[in-house]
């Protein structure tokens, strides 16, 4: 029986995955696929099948009270319940980054982070302004400037040497910033429950990250002979960490011609 006139109270039903697609996919909902799985039916109709297989969803075969199985199947609308329940689910908001903090280290002539994951649903994503100089690496894609990362995405940022100090991304939120909800209205034993989708703001759907660069430290000698202050090429400097220099950090190359050797060395010690 149809539920009399009064207020009721809605309660989340998210334990039944058929029933949020059919209100999500089905006529009237955000992810209406009627159009495209029925385009010549009108509207009616695409009401009506919706509506039983929201309620077959609900309460099984009990929701096709005054039809035959036969008549279901041969008017199309067990097909179309089929179809609905091989979509995947109703996008949802919820996101996470992980790791949280990455230092850089050399790789090559760059520096470069260990990859981040971005987990969440692939129709959401955020989106990141990066500084001067860094660029995003994900599988072939490398770019510069603002990007967009969709969940369930795998990357990574370089950046030349001289590229120091930390970055914090701030932070940054998803762009679908609502979950999609099934809700029922329990009217009483006797009557029809009613059932209906419903968008929710979802105030934790953000991420942040840091990134902590290297810290080079360049190192420059002129040799100079100390009588005729002369420039003396093929000189060889070592730099070490201890004063009786017994614990090596690098060699230097040869002085040139000019009498001056350069190198640059992550600030790993004091």
Known sequence: ASPPTSDYVANEFESNPELQKVLYYG???P??????????????????????????????????????????????????IQHIYSLEAPPTAAI???????????SGKEQR????????????????????HVTYHSG??????????????????????????????GKLKGQMGTQWKTLVLSTGSGSQDIGYGAFFEEESASVEFTVKWLDLARVKVTKKD????VNLSGAVFGIYADSACKNLLVQMP??????TSEVEIPKTQD
């Not at 072939?140 to 990574?156: A, E, L, M, W």
């Not at 040869?254 to 009498?259: E, F, L, M, P, Q």
């Open 27 to 29: 006529y009237g909902g």
């Open 31 to 80: 992810g209406d696929i009627t159009g495209e799985y029925m385009p010549s039916f009108d509207w009616k109709t695409k009401y009506i099948f919706t509506h039983l297989a929201a309620a077959y969803s609900y309460c099984g075969m009990d929701g096709f009270y005054g039809c035959t199985f036969e008549d279901i199947k041969a008017s199309g609308v067990w097909g179309y």
């Open 96 to 106: 996470t980054l992980s790791p949280k903090e990455a230092k850089a280290y050399e």
């Open 113 to 132: 982070t260990g990859e981040f994951t971005l987990k969440g649903d692939h129709r959401n994503y955020i989106t990141l302004k990066m500084p001067e």
């Open 140 to 169: 072939s894609t490398k770019q510069t400037g603002t990007v967009k990362i969709n969940g369930n995405t795998t990357f990574y940022f370089s950046a030349p040497k001289t590229v120091t100090g930390t970055w914090n991304s």
């Open 226 to 229: 100390k009588n005729s202050k």
């Open 254 to 259: 040869a002085t040139d011609s000019n009498g």
